[in-house]
């Protein structure tokens, strides 16, 4: 459950650049950092996902206007995420995804069904990875 900065994003502070949010199976297990390529098969993804500076939590937060909506394009149980700009994919955070409080990034439900609706509510990255 610790976050995976790829190195471009580590070296350039880009935080704000991210855009887009995959989320993988992952089979055989996540890929060791965030600059490796991808494992498994991609679940879902979340288009124009904009996050922004809130000082108060020392965190890059989700805009509270609204949820981020996708749809499930394959079945499969949701492992990991990646985070990424498409502009420059190689500034992205890579993470866990699971039910309970060890997942970098909670959901309701792992388990995608192709065509299922998806929404993310919150999303946060706390200052450490800035």
Same mark, same amino acid.
């Given at each position: 459950?610790? /976050? &995976?900065?790829s190195?471009a =994003?580590a070296?350039?502070?880009l935080i !704000?650049?991210l855009?887009?949010l995959?989320?993988?199976?992952? #089979?055989?297990g996540?890929?060791?950092?965030a600059?490796?390529p991808?494992? !498994?098969r991609?679940?879902?993804e +979340? /288009? #124009? ?7 108060? !939590?020392?965190s +890059? #937060?989700k *805009?509270?206007n609204g949820?981020w ?6 079945n499969?149980?949701?492992?990991y +995420?990646? +985070?990424? *700009?498409?502009? &420059?994919p #190689? =500034?992205? @955070? ?5 039910m309970?409080?060890? !997942?970098d990034?909670?959901?309701t439900?792992?388990a995608?069904?192709?065509?299922m609706p998806q ?5 946060? @990255?706390?200052e450490a990875? &800035?």
């Amino acid at each position: 459950m610790t /976050l &995976k900065v790829s190195k471009a =994003l580590a070296d350039n502070r880009l935080i !704000g650049a991210l855009d887009t949010l995959r989320v993988y199976s992952g #089979e055989h297990g996540e890929p060791m950092t965030a600059d490796d390529p991808a494992t !498994g098969r991609l679940l879902v993804e +979340f /288009l #124009e996902c904009r996050i922004e500076w809130n000082p108060f !939590g020392s965190s +890059f #937060e989700k *805009s509270s206007n609204g949820p981020w909506q996708s749809v499930a394009i394959d079945n499969g149980r949701a492992r990991y +995420f990646r +985070f990424f *700009s498409t502009a &420059k994919p #190689e =500034l992205s @955070i890579q993470g866990t995804v699971d039910m309970g409080a060890r !997942g970098d990034l909670i959901v309701t439900n792992t388990a995608l069904i192709t065509g299922m609706p998806q929404f993310i509510d919150l999303f946060f @990255i706390k200052e450490a990875v &800035k």
